[in-house]
């Protein structure tokens, strides 16, 4: 007679409790013409700890979300390639590089008319300026129109904004006057940047390509889906070695196995494990928030919603005009750039961290968050009637 030992494994209980609710709400949601990723962000609100709080291990849940962008982003450069990043180049370097500016300039300049110390403003001006690579990219996939006009500058400007959490994530302590040679750690990051693109045009033009022919001699699909997953282990692994983001590297693991021969053969593999995790992103997001506060701060969220709405809207829109983009086209760009992003719920807690906001101030902001994601999909959805809307006759040529 065999005993067999019935072990409890508490993450199971968690997945399956989560996903009961989320079928349930996905439903409703579907029933009710609302976006599934609404659904999503409620089932996290409703398990969440300050509403029914039926979870026994929050933490679980943040690594599988961790791994759904990682796919999320892995899929993305796997469908974009080395060759295709290059003839928008242009778009992620300068078009990047202003959007970020240009919405931590007006978030800190209306904000230092509001007598906030200068500090805190553009603390706010680095939070505001990022939005979610994981939700626009995913609802433009869905769409089909990461290869427009408006989606390409969108998913150039959302690609420097996961490189450029790092050099906020360094200014923020130094800002807050609690760092030490701060200009040296900027260069050092930097040159690891520079570092990790070298590196990833040497694996894509030698190594990559040679290892997976010698994989594919075995003729088995597992064997090349376990390959697959050891490259973007490695690579991602590499740049959180390296100090950059597990995201960014599930990218650049995406371009370099994009410049294979089986690339398409990836993305089938891959697909069915990417809608699964990302699931878990957007419920996590919605298992931060304490829904109490929008019972005791609703004009303050009411506010600063339409604030930072307006704010990155103003951004994407001065950084495509600035890369001659024709208007209905950089209000489309505005438009889909106008939510706050998973890097930033981050860049707060170091802000919280840091003193440079209160406790009080970072529920409001996760609430306004949570409002900015659920409306991000209405906004995409209804970009192109908005920007026309808005848009003189003459600039509707595309």
């Given at each position: 007679m065999i005993l067999a030992a019935v072990t409890e494994i508490p993450v199971l209980t968690d997945i399956a409790i989560l996903f009961a609710v989320a079928v349930v709400v996905v439903m409703l949601c579907n029933m009710l013409k609302i976006p599934y990723i609404i659904g999503y962000l409620i089932t996290g609100i409703l398990v969440g700890p300050s509403t029914l709080d039926l979870l026994k291990n929050t933490h679980d849940v943040e690594i599988f979300a961790e791994i759904g962008v990682i796919l999320l982003l892995f899929t993305v450069g796997l469908e974009f390639s080395f060759s295709n990043l290059m003839k928008i180049k242009r778009y992620v370097l300068l078009g990047g590089l202003l959007q970020v500016l240009f919405t931590i300039a007006i978030t800190a300049i209306l904000m230092l008319g509001m007598n906030r110390e200068a500090p805190e403003a553009v603390f706010w001006g680095f939070v505001t300026a990022l939005s979610s690579t994981a939700i626009v990219i995913k609802l433009l996939q869905d769409r089909l129109e990461i290869n427009t006009p408006h989606g390409k500058a969108i998913l150039a400007m959302l690609l420097f904004q996961d490189i450029a959490i790092v050099p906020l994530m360094l200014f923020t302590p130094i800002i807050a006057g609690k760092s030490e040679g701060g200009i040296m750690t900027i260069l050092l990051m930097l040159g690891k940047l520079v570092g990790i693109a070298l590196v990833a045009w040497g694996l894509a033009k030698f190594i990559i390509p040679r290892f997976f022919k010698e994989v594919m001699r075995a003729r088995n699909q597992e064997v090349f889906l376990i390959a697959t997953i050891l490259v973007v282990l490695c690579i991602t692994l590499l740049t959180q070695q390296m100090g950059l983001s597990l995201a960014l590297g599930a990218f650049i693991a995406g371009l370099i196995i994009a410049e294979t021969d089986y690339n398409h053969l990836a993305i089938s593999c891959i697909l069915p494990f990417r809608y699964v995790f990302i699931s878990f992103f957007f419920i996590s997001?919605?298992?931060?928030?304490?829904?109490?506060?929008?019972?005791?701060?609703?004009?303050?969220?009411?506010?600063?919603?339409?604030?930072?709405?307006?704010?990155?809207?103003?951004?994407?829109?001065?950084?495509?005009?600035?890369?001659?983009?024709?208007?209905?086209?950089?209000?489309?760009?505005?438009?889909?750039?106008?939510?706050?992003?998973?890097?930033?719920?981050?860049?707060?807690?170091?802000?919280?961290?840091?003193?440079?906001?209160?406790?009080?101030?970072?529920?409001?902001?996760?609430?306004?968050?949570?409002?900015?994601?659920?409306?991000?999909?209405?906004?995409?959805?209804?970009?192109?009637?908005?920007?026309?809307?808005?848009?003189?006759?003459?600039?509707?040529?595309?």
């Open positions: 997001m919605g298992m931060l928030l304490d829904y109490r506060v929008f019972l005791t701060e609703p004009a303050a969220i009411a506010f600063w919603f339409m604030f930072i709405v307006l704010v990155k809207i103003m951004g994407g829109f001065l950084a495509s005009r600035a890369l001659k983009i024709p208007i209905r086209t950089s209000l489309m760009v505005g438009f889909g750039l106008a939510q706050i992003g998973e890097f930033s719920f981050i860049l707060a807690k170091s802000g919280m961290d840091n003193e440079l906001i209160t406790e009080n101030s970072y529920q409001i902001f996760l609430a306004v968050s949570i409002l900015t994601m659920a409306v991000a999909p209405f906004m995409i959805a209804n970009a192109e009637r908005l920007a026309g809307m808005l848009s003189t006759p003459k600039s509707v040529v595309q």
